[in-house]
């Protein structure tokens, strides 16, 4: 099989469950010895999807095709073959409660391999040493944190270094640190060992940051398929809740748009400017607002932006809006007759930086702040408009 | 008309769940039997379970049966006397609890214990997927969770069954000790009475329950998530209390099967 060839594909696959249908003809491939992600909301079907890979769960219809044989043409003994060079981490960590965490640990090691005890021991021990779990070695799964759990249904995933892992939410319930190992361990050893990775997770963006392949399920469906970076550059408005879903209790809170429904506001603006209409763009650019997040937190600089967003949604008059992007960027747009509009915009954000609370805590925070507004030319591109009003930028803070 | 069609409808679908319970039963019972070819890597499993199964039931098998046996005693000797049989008391007792009541109490009273705990144990592990972790593992589920127990029961049941039939002689005697000197008869009438086809027919009944009452308790409990009308904890608790129900209604129906042959 060519090395190109995915070494899992899955084609079409639908499944009902009491006449719910959770997948309707599901698409993926996972590529030999990447990381492939598959995003989704909860629910959504994921961990079915997966399921179907290993053999637990039977697709109603669809095809899946193993290093290009189909499971429909396979013997079991082929079959078991293939689960032989599995691993699954289960979602709920399914550890066997009457087993301790060395036990756990040693199954798969035990039933699969003929190892002699001491070798078999000295692999378990150095998987519970790489996990920090040594002190909860002759403990049962039971009398240990949620945490510690799945680090232990993890060891045992990786305890027979299996050539596919399949990881079903390997950092629900960890605290933001042990996620953080737990991405960055698997990276690891993926870089070590090579194998084939299939994550399922809700940990955006950190997920983005190890996986080569991102897939997005949705309405059991896969709505995207494709690099990280390519997930994030895409301007499909449909993507952007699984790529900037961490931001979008931000941008509820503000009530600013976001950077494509602020770019397809001002889009759709230009396109329906008639007559004598204008399309007007007033922009605040925030410079420091980055540094001062990063030295200062993302809570102090969010109170700073909820305040002017308050004030603009204040003075917003109708067929307007306002969006913010880059964090550093506020752009208020609208298309109206009347050509003192920008004018209006223009003195209201400067009032409020006149105010002498937010002078000083710019001034306090080495906010530096410049306001510029225009009125564009209808048909740009959205880009081209916000860098037309940002031309005319003047430092007033 | 919809709701006459509902009545043969409802036939229907019943008879199909039977055919389909019956049939997975069947299935899941052969796979149990066929996992004895490699019996080796299951004997740290096997030895575990006839503690559980055997070694743990003693106490409750001793107790009551030398109850059962204190209780046939008493009822056999006021009936007996009315026909001034007391003299055969041992061999009423001896044979009630060797053919009928040795194997058919032990059976029940494991049920109880043994089979209850099989059930809610697998139950737990399949909601909790630790049986489709198995599975992942390429350990065939049945053959590791189901086929030792099958083994333990068979080694259990008859000795426990015998243990049963021999403490519940003693209960007799240590009745009609009580209610009789003329204790010297009792044993001596069931030694002249007592056949061995008494005592093979009872170890044929324990083998055979032993059977229906693990492969039942474990199908209900393996079977736990498709349960239709509960899940998660309440459907595990169905499952034990409908592993207990048909346990006990299809030991009664085999005993009734066996005996009409052996008699």
């Known amino acids: 099989m060519s090395s190109t060839t995915p070494l899992i594909q899955l084609r079409n696959i639908s ?118 779990l040594t002190e909860v070695a002759q403990m049962y799964p039971k009398q240990i944190s949620g945490g510690m759990q799945k680090r232990v249904a993890l060891a045992r995933a990786l305890v027979t270094e299996p050539e596919i892992i399949f990881f079903d939410e390997p950092t629900t319930g960890l605290d933001p640190i042990r996620k953080k190992t737990v991405f960055s361990m698997i990276h690891r050893y993926h870089e070590k060992l090579n194998f084939t990775a299939v994550i399922i997770t809700h940990d955006i963006p950190d997920i983005f940051y190890i996986a080569h392949t991102v897939n997005i399920l949705d309405e059991g469906r896969i709505i995207f398929s494709g690099s990280p970076v390519a997930l994030e550059q895409s301007s499909d408005p449909g993507l952007y809740t699984y790529t900037h879903g961490h931001e979008m209790l931000i941008d509820e809170l503000t009530g600013l748009h976001n950077r494509l429904s602020l770019m397809r506001k001002i889009e759709a603006f230009g396109a329906e400017v008639q007559g004598s209409e204008q399309l007007v763009l007033a922009t605040v650019r925030l410079l420091g607002m980055r540094t001062m997040m990063d030295y200062k937190g993302d809570l102090l600089a969010h109170a700073f932006i909820r305040n002017l967003a308050k004030f603009v949604n204040s003075f917003l008059p109708e067929g307007a809006c306002a969006g913010m992007f880059s964090k550093e960027i506020l752009v208020i747009a609208a298309k109206t007759k009347d050509e003192s509009t920008l004018e209006l915009f223009l003195s209201q954000l400067e009032a409020f930086f006149t105010n002498l609370t937010i002078e000083t805590y710019c001034q306090k925070h080495r906010l530096q702040v410049e306001i510029g507004g225009a009125l564009v030319t209808p048909g740009l591109s959205a880009y081209s408009a916000i860098q037309e009003a940002l031309a005319t930028s003047k430092k007033y803070v | 008309m919809k709701k006459i069609l509902a009545i043969p409808a409802l036939l229907g679908a019943t008879s199909l769940d039977i055919v389909k319970n019956v049939g997975q039963w069947g299935v899941f019972s052969l796979t149990a039997v066929l996992g004895m070819i490699h019996m080796r890597r299951l004997l740290p499993k096997i030895l575990h379970d006839i503690y559980f199964i055997g070694f743990k039931s003693l106490n409750i098998i001793i107790l009551v049966a030398f109850f059962t046996g204190m209780v046939l005693g008493l009822q056999g000797y006021y009936t007996l006397i009315k026909f001034s049989a007391e003299g055969m008391l041992g061999v009423a007792v001896a044979l009630s609890l060797v053919r009928e009541l040795g194997p058919v109490l032990t059976a029940i009273m494991l049920i109880g214990r043994a089979g209850s705990s099989i059930s809610a144990e697998i139950g737990i592990m399949r909601i909790s997927e630790q049986i489709d972790a198995l599975s992942t593992m390429d350990v065939d589920p049945v053959r590791y969770l189901v086929t030792p127990k099958i083994i333990a029961s068979l080694i259990c049941f008859p000795l426990l069954t015998a243990i049963f039939d021999c403490v519940g002689i003693l209960g007799g005697y240590f009745s009609s000790v009580l209610l009789s000197s003329r204790s010297g008869i009792f044993f001596s009438k069931i030694q002249s009475s007592l056949l061995l086809s008494d005592v093979t027919g009872g170890f044929v009944k324990s083998f055979v329950f032993a059977f229906i009452v693990i492969t039942i308790s474990c199908y209900c409990g393996y079977y736990t998530h498709q349960n239709q009308s509960s899940a998660g904890a309440e459907g595990v608790s169905n499952s034990t209390t409908s592993a207990v129900v048909q346990s006990c209604v299809y030991v009664l129906v085999s005993d009734y099967v066996i005996t009409s042959f052996l008699m």
Do not use: W
């Open chain 1, 15 to 132: 499944k009902a469950f009491g006449g719910r249908e959770i997948l309707r003809g599901a698409t993926l491939d996972i590529q030999r010895n990447e990381i492939t992600a598959i995003i989704g909301k909860s629910g959504g079907g994921k961990s079915v999807l997966v399921k179907h890979i290993i053999g637990l769960i039977t697709a109603d219809s669809g095809e899946i095709i193993f290093d290009g044989i189909p499971y429909s043409n396979m013997k079991r003994k082929d079959f078991s073959a293939i689960k032989n060079r599995c691993s699954y981490m289960f979602q709920n960590n399914a550890l066997f409660d009457s087993m301790t965490v060395f036990e756990n640990i040693a199954l798969p090691l035990r039933e699969k391999f003929k190892l002699g005890k001491k070798d078999l021991e000295d692999k378990v021990r150095a998987r519970i040493e790489q996990l920090e």
